[in-house]
């Protein structure tokens, strides 16, 4: 009985990775793409479809560790499309700020998207601020809506 949970464990976690393989090596993807030194403390990867087949255009978003620092990371973030040769970045992401990218909607050549930023007098380890975001997928020009 002791190996039935460690090999039911293994067996979830390959099933688990398995239905992410139709994205392809998005980690790969985003450190070559967005970060600057070789390694990201977190991605995200906001697609206009959650269907990897269906997917045209994706907003990649990387949080780099800034050497030297205690812990800070900068953001780089780019609109990724979909070509014949898979994903490539299409346009770097400029002006967009926050963490955690969210509720991502794709319309009228533009995405919408929310993340959390510092609110006033807040200690800059506990942001609660939300903020909305406009990219326009041509530029890659990110403007805060509020």
Not at 47 to 52: E, F, K, R, V, W
Not at 73 to 101: C, D, N, Y
Request: charged share 10%.
């Amino acid at each position: 009985m002791r190996i039935i949970g460690p090999l039911l464990a293994l067996l979830l976690a390959t099933t688990g990775a398995a239905a992410q393989d139709g994205w392809g090596n998005l980690d790969a993807l985003l450190l070559s793409s967005l970060s600057n030194t070789g390694s990201m403390e977190a991605s995200y990867w906001l697609p206009d479809s959650p269907d990897p087949a269906a997917a045209q255009v994706a907003i990649g978003v990387a949080y780099v560790h800034i050497p030297g620092s205690a812990g800070s990371v900068s953001i780089g973030s780019g609109i990724f499309r979909k070509g014949a040769a898979g994903w490539q970045m299409a346009a770097p992401v400029t002006g967009l700020f926050g963490h955690e990218p969210r509720a991502h909607q794709f319309q009228n050549g533009q995405v919408q998207l929310l993340t959390t930023m510092l609110g006033p007098g807040e200690p800059r380890c506990c942001p609660t601020q939300e903020a909305m975001w406009r990219i326009d997928l041509t530029t890659g020009q990110a403007e805060r809506i509020y």
